[in-house]
């Protein structure tokens, strides 16, 4: 049974980014179409990558899972970027909440808030393309996984930062890269032998082109090795974090 202490903890991280819905969720919802507007334009006619498939309605799931994913890893690392720096941290520390509720709850906060922007973007895109819907429960299984997979690094790495600088470098340098390097705007069999190795050896690939497999029913990978890796990637992330969380590590000093 979940306590009082974790459902107020869930709402106070979900109420967070309520607030300022005009930058957490309006925002990128704009880059996203952004992005298919630039791209769907200068490409479409002149790229096919699945038989049947034109070239937006393919970037449509990889601009919508994108957005999933950074929008998850930003809620979880900014809210405790920020409660270590002002302070507030210990409030929620001298509570007497599990490290299990606290990974929870700011994981689930996280994924609201990353499929939030992903249903966004989807209905503000989906208008410039013909979707279809081959296994929606592939869709709704790596939406949900890839939003905990990046709450929790997002948490991950609101543990290790001590400042804003350490975050952005993490995000920057680890995040940006892994995302826009997973398919989102490419078929990876379009790369060449070594970039082809490279991009398996991304997670985040799988999580893009599983999901994408849900709207498409054709994907670069078997779904099933797809759901196989994220599924583990994720259970070695959760351990993680719950260690980092049951030993304090940089929270307790």
Do not use: C
């Not at 930062?161 to 940006?176: G, R, S, T």
Request: glycine content about 8%; proline content about 4%; overall charge positive.
């Amino acid at each position: 049974m979940m306590s009082t202490g974790f459902r107020t903890l869930v709402y106070k991280e979900t109420l967070r980014f309520y607030k300022v819905a005009t930058q957490t969720i309006a925002a990128p919802i704009l880059t996203a179409m952004l992005y298919l507007l630039i791209f769907g334009h200068v490409l479409e006619g002149r790229v096919q990558v699945y038989e049947g498939v034109s070239y937006t309605s393919f970037l449509v799931p990889g601009l919508v899972m994108m957005s999933v994913l950074q929008n998850s890893f930003a809620n979880s690392s900014s809210s405790l970027i920020q409660s270590k720096i002002t302070g507030n941290l210990v409030f929620v520390l001298l509570t007497p909440l599990s490290h299990w509720e606290i990974f929870s709850a700011y994981t689930i906060a996280a994924m609201v808030r990353g499929l939030v922007v992903g249903l966004g973007v989807f209905i503000a895109t989906a208008w410039f393309a013909h979707m279809s819907f081959a296994w929606p429960l592939w869709i709704v299984v790596f939406a949900l996984l890839g939003a905990a997979i990046l709450g929790t690094m997002g948490l991950i790495a609101g543990v290790w930062a001590e400042k804003f600088d350490q975050l952005a470098a993490f995000q920057n340098f680890l995040i940006m890269p892994l995302t826009f390097l997973s398919g989102v705007f490419y078929s990876i069999h379009s790369l060449p032998p070594f970039w082809l190795t490279v991009s398996h050896l991304n997670p985040f690939f799988y999580m893009i082109d599983g999901f994408r497999y849900g709207f498409f029913g054709q994907s670069d990978i078997n779904p099933w090795t797809s759901l196989a890796i994220v599924s583990a990637f994720l259970v070695v992330l959760a351990l993680l974090a719950i260690r980092l969380l049951k030993s304090g590590y940089r929270l307790r000093h």
